[in-house]
């Protein structure tokens, strides 16, 4: 039983492996091979949270905002980019959903459905308030590669303090427990991550959402670094930096033992470790902070509501639209795109990315096993 597991899930990795391949080969050769790995399609960017620790929500709260029109992406053209992704990336890929909140997206259910079709594998972000059983069942008939919810911590208190929706705490949590069970009920194996921001406010109360959450089969915990803006846009957001990172020491040192102990932390220890320089240094444009080459753009492409596409989250160069006529595998080869892929390669930018700090590849492999 679990020998076959394992040779599904080595069948399962192999055109990711083929992805590892390729990318050495871009990288270190004058051949252009890859394709992106990872494509997020920010969908939609309706949302009904009120996150303090988040631009969206702070615009809900607004009245200057309340009330704006939200963008979205036409639910056709989310199937027609979907297969367009399949198209450039074949089958070592993933595709990101990204919000605003998903289950709020009216083309939610087709980009499940579609995602199904092309055997694509789909992750996505909620917040959880809306996992319902209507939302929960469209979930488990397209079994996406995982769902993950967002959850600060266990004590409503201080969850609320960053989620300040009523009564979100308890709605989350019956969400996750409401997914878990229809997945168990369904024999449907997607991954259910728990996604935790590191901030001032909840990083004392975060082992208590791995002991209550990530020693559930097939359910992982995901730290997730803080990041805000600090040109003055949002002066409360400095308050959740940790300020005392002698006392995170503590909390990440305890997370370390809790993965000892076999509780399922995406993290490894030496991303755990990162954490705390993250928050002794900041995030400084100007700062070198790794020699490595970012190989984001050989690996990643975003596309926002208006339809940009982006390679960088942080740097936010738009290398074309998939509204101007162009299709994901024309502005991917664009010579815009090699241009930027060349310049981010050679960037230094202290960005807390997944380029300047890549995961080791039996760390990868470990991973990916237990999802
Ligand atoms: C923008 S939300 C969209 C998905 C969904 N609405 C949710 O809350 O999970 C995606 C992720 O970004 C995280 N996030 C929001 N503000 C953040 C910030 N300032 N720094 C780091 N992550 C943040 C959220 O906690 C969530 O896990
Ligand atoms: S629910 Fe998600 S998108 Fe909405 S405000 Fe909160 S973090 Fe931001
Ligand atoms: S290193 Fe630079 S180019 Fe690469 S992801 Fe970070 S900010 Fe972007």
Known sequence: M??????????????????????????HTPWMVSVPRSIHLTVTERCNGLCKMCFVGMNNAD?????QSKVEIPKEDTVRLIREAKELSGSSFYL????????????????????????????????GYTLNDTNVNDIIRSNPMNVSISLESIDPEINERLRSFKNGTRKTMEGIDRLIKQR???????????KSIVTEVNFRQLPDVVRRYAKIPKVLWNPQPFYHNADGVAEHMADFSVKDVNEL??????????????????????????????????????????NKR??????????????????????????????????????????????????????????????????????????????
């Open 2 to 27: 679990l020998l076959s597991r394992v040779f599904g899930r080595i069948v399962k990795g192999l055109p990711f492996l083929l992805s590892e391949v390729r990318l050495l080969i871009s990288c």
């Open 96 to 127: 990101a959903l990204i919000g605003g909140e998903l289950l709020l997206y009216h083309g939610f259910a087709a980009a499940l459905e579609e995602s199904r079709k092309h055997n694509i594998s789909l992750t996505f972000t909620t917040n």
């Open 184 to 194: 168990e009920a369904n024999n449907a194996d997607f991954s259910v991550i728990i």
């Open 249 to 290: 020491r503590e909390v990440i040192d305890e997370i370390k033992e809790l993965r000892r102990q076999g509780y399922a932390i995406v993290a490894d220890e030496e991303t755990l470790e990162n954490f705390i320089d993250y928050f002794r240094d900041g995030l400084h444009k100007e700062r070198v902070r790794h």
């Open 294 to 371: 970012c190989t984001l753009g050989y690996t990643h492409m975003f596309v926002s509501p208006s339809g940009g596409v982006i390679m960088c989250p942080y740097i936010l160069k738009s290398v074309g639209n998939v509204f101007q006529g162009q299709s994901l595998k024309e502005i991917w080869n664009s010579p815009e795109a090699k241009a930027h892929r060349e310049e981010m390669a050679s960037c230094r930018i202290n960005c807390n990315a997944t380029c300047s700090r890549p995961v080791p590849f039996l760390t990868k492999v470990k991973t990916f096993l237990r999802m």
């Open 63 to 67: 009245k200057n905002f309340r009330g």
